[in-house]
């Protein structure tokens, strides 16, 4: 059973420009509860977070394993009135036809034009996301 039974998660792209920004919205329809948070490794931008094209997953083009002195885990209370968001941010750089997505701890090379769907690797993802880069 899960630690966080009434958690459940939300993907809302906030991009602009140069700027990739995905929020992940914890939240709840349920309970109130108190939920602990740590991505000092960056696991949710190396391991939960994936693109796909056609049902196909792309590959990262570049994998940085962090493993911090410390890993400081933050406690906030989610209720149906009150979300926790993580913003999941990266940089948007051109490479002629392409795109260079450069995130914390990994990186893509993307078609531009090519619809993707950002998908993430929980049972508690009550949604995906289509994103183009242009």
């Given at each position: 059973m899960s630690k966080y039974p009434h958690l459940k998660l939300k993907l809302e792209n906030k991009s602009f420009d140069d700027c990739f920004s995905i929020d992940l919205i914890h939240f709840?329809?349920?309970i109130p509860f108190e939920f602990e948070f740590e991505n000092s490794t960056y696991w949710i931008e190396r391991g939960l977070l994936y693109f796909c094209s056609e049902n196909t997953v792309i590959s990262s083009t570049d994998i940085q394993i962090i493993n911090p002195r410390t890993r400081e885990k933050t406690t906030h209370n989610i209720s149906s009135k009150n979300s926790f968001i993580?913003?999941?941010i990266g940089k948007i750089s051109p490479l002629e036809n392409?795109?260079?997505?450069d995130l914390k701890a990994v990186s893509y090379i993307l078609e531009k034009n090519l619809e993707y769907t950002l998908k993430f690797r929980s049972?508690?993802?009550v949604n995906e996301l289509k994103i183009?880069?242009?």
């Amino acid at each position: 059973m899960s630690k966080y039974p009434h958690l459940k998660l939300k993907l809302e792209n906030k991009s602009f420009d140069d700027c990739f920004s995905i929020d992940l919205i914890h939240f709840t329809e349920s309970i109130p509860f108190e939920f602990e948070f740590e991505n000092s490794t960056y696991w949710i931008e190396r391991g939960l977070l994936y693109f796909c094209s056609e049902n196909t997953v792309i590959s990262s083009t570049d994998i940085q394993i962090i493993n911090p002195r410390t890993r400081e885990k933050t406690t906030h209370n989610i209720s149906s009135k009150n979300s926790f968001i993580y913003t999941i941010i990266g940089k948007i750089s051109p490479l002629e036809n392409k795109i260079l997505l450069d995130l914390k701890a990994v990186s893509y090379i993307l078609e531009k034009n090519l619809e993707y769907t950002l998908k993430f690797r929980s049972n508690k993802v009550v949604n995906e996301l289509k994103i183009m880069f242009k």
